[in-house]
């Protein structure tokens, strides 16, 4: 399966950098960097999709500012040590503006290669929160939220909407679960809230009475809960069995519907971030038909993303009129674009603005956008 | 003071359910010296078929006592079939084989009756009916004790205690302890030691369906991995209090729910398995055979 994936992308690869010595400079190099082949392939092969068709759609306009854009395809397989290969390559073939990488460690590689060429890199998917809180990469951008935003989304709602002070964090000592819940501790500790409990509990458990009674006894006013949902209901259901009215956050883990199902009516009330909903987005409508006409099945994974990063990259180079880093950021920060994942700008350190978790709250029997 | 008769009563809670698991393993063990890794996944049937039933009677409408009654019977029976078939399929085939041999087809079976239940149902958690309504004259202490509870440690106390009463004074009782002293012997005297081991697993199994059925009530939530957590934590509770002795299980489930439940509620829940652990290497480097078990000499 790899080989055949590997010989296409290869002869891709050698055909266009035919193509490109042909047309010389008159064209804008875009580069994309991802996993396209090996067990990644899924995450990385949707967003050079969705470049592609919106590439093909401004080359058919004409370009900008009549050069048209031309794409530089490098498959990193989402591993570091391959990443710096492919960054490497896509400089010295003279990418103006990078669209990638899939992965987080990958992209963390390949990143100071970038930033030493001064290339604009715009990731669809590189979630660690570092790449851009750590300001060692000016030039990176994404349009994805990072990984600590869904736990910001979880403690300003908590403290703003809800009014509430005292928060019992609690998580499912996973990956996912710990890690939302150390974020979540972090950001409350950062506004002066010193948590009233922070505790793991442990998954699968028969009962979870003994740490119901605990949040119970730390007077919490709420309940963060870092996790999935099958420990979630059980936890809901005994404090609700406990008669305490303690409100209950959570994370995208627990907005499914399962959860709602499982827990009944003790999930009323219950509040969990999700994705914001795009599934009426015109803009996402279209970005999806287009796939579906162009390839014949559903979009995969980051497609959205990807689309939308490909869209701002395009609007950046149209309002900057130039390749130049500061002129493209600039644009970018200054400029809002209608993507598939809502109307988003660039805030300085290259988080995307408007992109992101919204709360939801189960009222009758499903998740309603909560506020 | 509030408090700590609060954690005392979630491990009390606790502790019966692995009370109850535990007295199948501890039965099984103590008849035939094999430690029966696949009752959990039989507590797990027993609370799949239980959710069926449930499910469908409380369609037809009917009043709540009787579906407890009749998912619990038909829990009970469903699931002893599984054990009794269980142990024909895998262990009896095995009874002269090197000791590791059983225990091994024992793994194996766990991890078949796994995968058989996800792929048959369903891999999705599914929601479990609340059989045990809320008492009206328990609401003032709901927040100490629920009607769940109560239920689920009345049903381990008397299991416990008809348990002990059929190995003491009935027939069948007495043909059990007779193929747990010597097998061999006992059927010289004309005892039929294979229906008496097939009794072992279908009162085993059908003990373990019924706390699948008031476990699942209690949590809301089934799925076909619930067997093996649930086995892991029966299993060191029947090692704690001794295997091989039925008030040693209950003991051991006891102890090891209430050690979970104040380390929780005094230190953190997330070192609650390392005490629970800590527990067990302690009590078993003092008493190797466990709190209630007799040490008894390896018959080579």
């Known amino acids: 399966m790899k080989a055949p ?214 007077d919490a006013e709420a309940v963060i809960y870092g996790g999935y949902h099958p420990e979630a209901s059980k936890i809901v259901k005994q404090m609700r069995k406990k008669r305490m009215d303690t409100a209950f956050l959570s994370d995208d883990g627990v907005k499914d519907d399962t959860f709602i199902k499982v827990a009944g009516k003790d999930a009323e009330g219950v509040y969990a971030t999700g994705p914001r909903d795009n599934t009426t987005n015109p803009v996402t409508i279209a970005a999806r038909e287009a796939h579906k006409a162009a390839y014949g099945d559903d979009p995969g994974a980051f497609y959205d993303n990807a689309y939308a990063a490909a869209l701002a990259v395009v609007a950046a180079l149209e309002n900057a009129g130039s390749t130049d880093l ?8 200054e400029n809002t674009v209608d993507t598939p994942v809502g109307t988003i700008s660039f805030a300085e350190n290259g988080d995307a603005v408007g992109v992101g978790f919204t709360m939801y709250q189960v009222k009758d029997g499903a998740y309603v956008q909560a506020k | 003071m509030d408090y700590f008769v609060e954690l005392f009563f979630s491990g009390l809670t606790r502790g019966s359910i692995y009370a109850l698991i535990a007295l199948g393993y501890t039965m099984v063990y103590g008849i035939i010296g094999l430690i029966n890794f696949a009752h959990g996944e039989i507590y797990m049937i027993g609370a799949f078929t239980s959710f069926v039933v449930a499910s469908v009677l409380s369609i037809m409408g009917l009043p709540l006592l009787a579906i407890i009654v009749l998912a619990g019977l038909a829990a009970a029976i469903w699931a002893s079939a599984y054990g009794y078939t269980i142990e024909k399929i895998a262990y009896k085939p095995l009874r002269n084989a090197p000791r590791l041999s059983p225990l091994i087809s024992a793994i194996g079976m766990s991890i078949f009756l796994q995968n058989y239940v996800l792929l048959a149902q369903t891999s999705n958690f599914l929601p479990f009916p609340e059989l045990i309504p809320d008492f009206e004259f328990l609401e003032p202490i709901a927040h100490i004790i629920g009607t769940t509870d109560i239920v689920i440690l009345l049903t381990t106390a008397v299991s416990m205690i008809a348990l002990l009463i059929l190995i003491k004074f009935t027939r069948m009782g007495k043909a059990m302890r007779a193929t747990a002293q010597d097998k061999t012997m006992a059927r010289l005297v004309g005892i039929n030691v294979d229906r008496v081991i097939s009794n072992t697993f279908i009162v085993g199994s059908a003990l373990a369906a019924i706390g ?87 018959k080579v």
């Open chain 2, 212 to 298: 699948g059925m008031l476990i699942a009530s209690h949590v809301g939530q089934i799925n076909f991995y619930i067997g093996f957590i649930a086995g892991i934590k029966a299993f060191t509770a029947a090692v704690l209090g001794g295997i091989g002795s039925i008030p040693g299980a209950v003991l051991g489930g006891f102890i090891l729910g209430l050690t979970e439940s104040f380390a929780t509620g005094y230190v953190s829940s997330d070192y609650e398995d390392v005490f629970a652990f800590s527990l067990l290497v302690l009590i078993l480097l003092f008493k190797p055979a466990g709190l209630l078990g007799k040490s008894s000499i390896e």
């Open chain 1, 5 to 218: 994936i590997m010989k296409t992308l290869l002869a891709a690869t050698v055909s266009m950098t035919l193509a490109m010595s042909a047309q010389a400079a008159d064209t804008i190099k875009l580069g994309v960097a991802g996993a396209h082949s090996g067990d990644l392939a899924s995450y990385g092969l949707p967003t050079v999709n969705a470049v592609k068709l919106v590439t093909d759609e401004v080359n058919a306009k004409g370009g900008i500012d009549g050069k048209q854009i031309e794409l530089l395809i490098e498959d990193d397989v989402c591993k570091p040590e391959v990443a710096t290969n492919t960054a490497t390559k896509l400089v010295s073939e003279g990418a103006d503006v990078v669209i990638g990488h899939i992965c987080s460690g990958a992209t963390k590689a390949a990143l100071p290669i970038y930033t030493s060429a001064d290339i604009l890199v715009v990731s669809p998917s590189a979630t660690s929160p570092e790449l851009t809180q750590s300001g060692d990469y000016p030039n990176f951008a994404r349009t994805i939220a990072a990984d600590d935003v869904q736990a910001k989304t979880i403690v300003d709602f908590a403290l703003d909407e809800l009014g509430v002070s005292k928060i019992a964090i609690i998580h499912d000592k996973g990956d996912y679960g710990k890690g939302l819940a150390e974020f979540a501790q972090a950001y409350l500790q950062s506004k002066g809230i010193e948590e009233v409990l922070f505790e793991g509990v442990t998954p699968g458990a028969v009962d979870y009475s003994a740490i119901v009674r605990k949040i119970d006894r730390s």
């Open chain 1, 326 to 333: 500061d002129a493209l950021k600039k644009a970018m920060q």
